[in-house]
């Protein structure tokens, strides 16, 4: 069974930075797609950023230059560094892992808070 663990969300001031983290247990982590998926209320989950087995990202228009996604297999661990934050960023954050056979597993969330 796979379980995704995050940290790192918080209230932060408008300009400012912070990582969040996620680590797996139960899967043949470096095998498998990682991504950080943002909800607010009454909106549906959107994507924020990916990054495959190979390494190879992909990131929302509204986050590109500002978010980077990164991953460390030895820990079993994906990372979202997030820059440059807006009020508009806030959201109740959540890691997602895509195995090769097509099965998504998400974390429980966490929040981030940006005030102006």
């Known amino acids: 069974q796979v379980q995704l663990m995050e940290s790192g969300g918080g209230l932060v001031q408008a300009g400012g930075s912070l990582r969040l983290s996620c680590v797996a247990s139960g899967s043949a982590f470096s095998r498998n797609g990682l991504g950080w998926y943002r909800q607010t209320p009454g909106n549906q989950r959107e994507l924020v950023a990916v990054i495959g087995s190979g390494g190879s990202t992909n990131y929302a228009g509204s986050v590109k230059g500002r978010f980077a996604i990164s991953r460390d297999n030895a820990e079993n661990t994906v990372y979202l560094q997030m820059n440059s934050l807006k009020p508009e960023d806030t959201a109740v954050y959540y890691c997602?892992?895509?195995?090769?056979?097509?099965?998504?597993?998400w974390g429980k969330g966490t929040l981030v808070t940006v005030s102006s």
């Open positions: 997602n892992l895509s195995t090769i056979w097509g099965t998504d597993y």
